[in-house]
């Protein structure tokens, strides 16, 4: 099946989560649903997920009950596949990703759904891209790692720098050290 013609554009896996709810909470306020952005909330507890949808929806005052509720269990691998299957994209905020995101990879990878998440960790970054990266290129997936406050200030924080760097010296940077202060 082509990309285009699947039934949601964004599936947001992990949404019963910390993280997960605040990115609900945002594309219910920004997109409401059924509308013009198709996307669903994904997690392993049906139960779960519907009461933190219809909790988002009195708190941010918008009709939720149309919002599509997914199933998928990150030990599951068909589970997982099924869930890709139906979307162009899957944003996920299921983690330890070392411990429970190696499988959705390899399913966005293989069947050319693009995909990202909030990650950290780095050698587990590696592991996916060793052994994700001909897969993706195949199919066409693009999979983004690292889209995390912790990630996206130091990545834009290089890339300023760099790109300063140049323009004042003529040379980038051989080594950078980042430092966040409170
Ligand atoms: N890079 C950054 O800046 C940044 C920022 C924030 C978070 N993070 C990372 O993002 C991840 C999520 O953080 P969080 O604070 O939102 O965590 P959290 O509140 O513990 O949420 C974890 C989510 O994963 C789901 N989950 C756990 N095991 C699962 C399984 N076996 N199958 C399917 N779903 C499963 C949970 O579902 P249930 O509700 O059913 O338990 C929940 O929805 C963590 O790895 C964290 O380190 C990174």
Redesign the pocket.
Known sequence: MDAADRRFDVVL??????????VAEYLVERYGVAGELRWAMA???AE?LAT?RDAIGRSVGKPVDALPLLT?????DASLEALARQTRVVCT?????A???SGLVAACATLGTHYC?????VQWMRRMIDSHQQAARESGARIVH???????PSDLGVFFLQREMRARHGVPCRRVKLRVAG
């Open positions: 896996f992990g949404a019963t989560g910390f993280t997960g709810r605040l997690g392993r507890s779960k933190v998928a269990e990150s030990g599951d905020t299921v983690g330890p990703y411990r429970y995101g998440d909030l990650t950290g960790e690292a889209c995390g406050f912790d990630s996206v």
